[in-house]
């Protein structure tokens, strides 16, 4: 089983940058569908960016230019680089996993449902 454990929230004034990380253990191999989440107080988690297995990555439009998808060479632990960050951005954000077998055009839905696997989450709140 995979285990995600999410980590670089913090405060930041509007326009600063944070790096969130997204540890993953356990069997990894062959996970083909990764995603970061957010969601805010009285509102649905939304998808913010998935990659695929086969490099490619997506990204809701509200954070397309600003936010970028990467993963370190081991290939163990995601990131997600976030610049120019905004008010808006202010959520708790969580990574997650989609199961084999799921395929990239639905990675990049990032319907809730298809994920199934998550992280705890880390917080994230731009002021100003």
């Known amino acids: 089983q995979v285990q995600l454990v999410e980590s670089g929230g913090g405060s930041v004034q509007a326009g600063g940058s944070l790096r969130l990380s997204c540890a993953a253990s356990?069997?990894?191999?062959?996970?083909?569908?990764m995603g970061w989440f957010r969601q805010v107080p009285g509102k649905e988690r939304e998808g913010v960016a998935s990659i695929f297995s086969d490099g490619s990555t997506s990204y809701t439009e509200s954070v397309k230019g600003r936010f970028t998808l990467s993963k370190d060479n081991a290939k163990n632990t995601l990131f997600l680089q976030m610049n120019s960050l905004k008010p808006e951005d202010t959520a708790m954000y969580y990574c997650a996993t989609a199961p084999l077998g799921l395929l990239g055009v639905y990675c990049h839905r990032r319907r809730l449902p298809d994920f199934t696997r998550w992280g705890q989450g880390t917080q994230v709140t731009v002021s100003s």
């Open positions: 356990g069997y990894t191999y062959g996970t083909g569908c």
